[in-house]
């Protein structure tokens, strides 16, 4: 199941990046990137009060609080940076480049979550580096 979900999140990371580029055409990219986030909470709200997981709330602990704040606050640096650069750039060559983050992300995960980097995942991120050059140039 968590591959279909994977996969589903590519498509609709896909489909935010050619929409994202159509929409943005004459409007600040702050103010498109504020709008997009103004239907993101109200999406991620409805499906909490949908599925009745709102009482959840008072148990998240003041950790998970810091972490998931610290997270917002990443997914917002992200997002105005990529609305920008979607605005004046290629989105051909924006997203490659954004998707970057995938290598990124395994080298923090083994610095920081101490998780294992196989020679199949040193290779893919290896691959994924060269496909990224190759896209922008």
């Not at 990371?13 to 580029?21: D, R, V």
């Not at 970057?100 to 395994?106: G, N, R, Y």
Request: hydrophobic residues 60%.
């Amino acid at each position: 199941m968590w591959f279909v979900l994977a996969l589903l999140s590519a498509v609709f990371a896909a489909l935010t990046s050619i929409l994202a580029k159509i929409g943005i055409d004459g409007v600040n990219s702050n103010l498109a990137t504020a709008v997009r986030t103004v239907v993101v909470v109200l999406m991620a709200w409805g499906m909490v009060f949908l599925t009745n997981t709102q009482g959840g709330i008072s148990a998240i602990s003041k950790r998970s609080w810091l972490f998931l704040i610290l997270s917002g606050l990443a997914t917002g640096a992200s997002w105005m940076c990529y609305y920008k650069a979607l605005q004046i750039g290629q989105a051909s060559k924006v997203v490659p480049v954004d998707k970057f983050s995938i290598v990124i992300t395994l080298i923090l995960a083994f610095v920081i979550l101490h998780e294992p980097m196989s020679v199949k995942t040193i290779i893919g991120a290896v691959l994924i580096t060269a496909g990224t050059f190759v896209m922008i140039l």
